[in-house]
């Protein structure tokens, strides 16, 4: 399968993508148009990112839980800015048990307003706050141009609900998971996102504020790969989110929320994959290090495998996800390629001259051909396989920080921002509002991306001014093709 190589990037970027996603037996599409079949290479490279997070959220203080998959469409209904941004994309379940329901049940497109229910009864005093919840689950928003883990009808994803005391703690913790979310992205994914926020247009229906981590992709174009959202108290009120404070005095709390899905793993995909397939960073590559057993005669066979179970015992003990390619009848050759598709950051190959040298050849997956392979003895390979995989990870996040800080430009006229979305990120004083956001989308196909929290130090600066329409500036904003 893999022998036949994908579609080259530079031919047609939206092909490869899908080349890469079936030929390395991620997933599939499913049955229902917008829905897919994670295989298990891909789930495992989810689960990796998921357990990346889970210890990151857990060491912030949060509990996991999980709420009911069916919301009542009066839920939905309470906040109305939600019910409007959601409206077009709810599954509505109008039939149980063989009758017509008395009330249409959504299915969720997300948990704010069960979460919300749930939070209202089990908050009574300032001492229940803060309540620091995550849930894993799906999530079905209808997808009118599905396309393979970066949308999807139904996807995986966590969410993280939290009720705070004051607007201060709900702000900082609103800023406190986006650089968790980042974190995750840049050390574990080796994706060098900016941290952001929306503008009113691109902000979470029903929140006050949202933020963003954006990564680069190997077009030029961003993925918007987690957000997190300030929700004052709009949901608190709609759900009667009510505490006693220290004084006897009821009081509203102030909530966030925030999610990452399996449209990360899209992005993992598109920022570092090649036209020979997959590269995945060895922190969340599901198999870090695959050894091929290469040799002709029965004998050199034994002796071969023996020589293999022993490098693999002492991988395995180091920690590592190692795998032996022990399928028959096909060529070492056939091989290489189907684990360089796979993106598996270190291939060893064990033939007999290695049995006799007790030594193994490994190849970097991220440095192609004769520079990228080295002679590793047996003695000390528990230390240096460790090595060699965290020096493949820094050196796949450098590439991608290299590849994305040469596309990133300022831009201060708009004839200017047209010209470097061609193939970049332009950054120009911005008002942020729809119109002009609406304006440049039309005429250079950028969308607004965030207003970068590193470039703004303060919003609307005085006397800044638009540089597309001349109205007061809200601050500097990244535009860009998008997914
Ligand atoms: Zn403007």
């Not at 919840?133 to 966590?158: A, D, G, H, S, Y």
């Not at 006050?208 to 987690?226: F, P």
């Not at 992005?267 to 036209?275: F, K, L, P, R, Y």
């Not at 060699?388 to 006229?413: C, G, P, W």
Request: glycine share 8%.
């Amino acid at each position: 399968m893999a022998a036949q190589g994908v579609t080259p990037q530079s031919e047609d970027f939206a092909r490869w993508y899908t080349d890469v996603v079936k030929m390395a037996d991620l997933a599939d599409n499913a049955p229902v148009r917008g829905c897919m079949i994670i295989k298990p290479y891909g789930y495992e490279l989810w689960e990796n990112i998921k357990t990346a997070l889970d210890v990151r959220f857990k060491a912030t203080g949060h509990r996991n839980a999980y709420f009911p998959l069916l919301i009542p469409m009066s839920f939905i209904e309470k906040e109305a800015q939600h019910v409007e941004g959601f409206a077009p994309e709810l599954a509505v379940v109008t039939h149980g048990g063989g009758k017509e329901l008395e009330e249409p049940l959504v299915v969720r497109p997300t948990s704010e307003t069960v979460i919300g229910h749930a939070f209202s009864d089990w908050i009574q005093s300032y001492r229940d706050l803060p309540l620091l919840i995550n849930q894993w689950c799906n999530i079905v928003r209808w997808e009118k141009r599905p396309r393979l883990f970066l949308r999807t009808t139904e996807f995986l994803w966590q969410e993280g609900h939290t009720a705070h005391q004051t607007e201060q703690e709900a702000r900082e913790h609103t800023l406190r998971m986006l650089d968790v979310y980042a974190d995750m992205a840049i050390n574990e994914c080796a994706i060098p996102v900016i941290k952001g926020r929306k503008s009113d247009q691109e902000k979470f229906a029903g929140a006050a504020e949202s933020y963003t981590i954006e990564g680069m992709m190997g077009n030029s174009w961003a993925l918007q790969s987690g957000t997190s959202h300030f929700l004052g108290q709009n949901f608190a009120k709609v759900f009667d989110i009510q505490y006693l404070d220290e004084d006897n005095e009821q009081q509203y709390a102030w909530t966030t929320s925030w999610g990452v899905s399996t449209r990360m793993v899209g992005g993992v995909i598109m920022a570092h994959g090649d036209d020979k397939g997959l590269r995945l960073p060895p922190r969340i590559a599901p198999i870090q290090v695959v050894i091929t057993p290469i040799w002709r005669t029965d004998e050199e066979r034994e002796a071969v495998f023996v020589f293999v179970n022993e490098v693999r015992e002492q991988l395995v003990h180091a920690g590592i996800r190692c795998h032996i390619d022990e399928r028959d009848g096909l060529s070492p050759g056939f091989k290489f390629n189907d684990w360089e598709m796979r993106g598996v950051p270190i291939r060893i190959e064990i033939g007999p001259r290695d049995v006799e040298g007790k030594s193994v050849m490994s190849a970097r997956r991220d440095i192609p051909g004769k520079s990228g392979k080295l002679s590793l003895p047996l003695d000390g390979i528990a230390t240096q396989i460790p090595e060699l995989l965290s020096s493949i990870q820094n050196s796949m996040l450098d590439t991608a920080t290299r590849f994305r800080d040469e596309r990133l430009h300022e831009a201060s006229t708009y004839d200017e921002l047209k010209e470097i979305v061609k193939d970049g990120w332009a950054l120009i004083w911005h008002c942020g509002t729809p119109e002009c956001e609406d304006r440049i989308k039309e005429e250079t196909k950028a969308s607004s991306r965030c207003f970068p929290l590193d470039e703004n130090p303060e919003w609307h600066p005085d006397k800044a001014q638009c540089a597309v329409c001349g109205k007061p500036a809200f601050g500097r904003a990244w535009f860009s093709r998008a997914y």
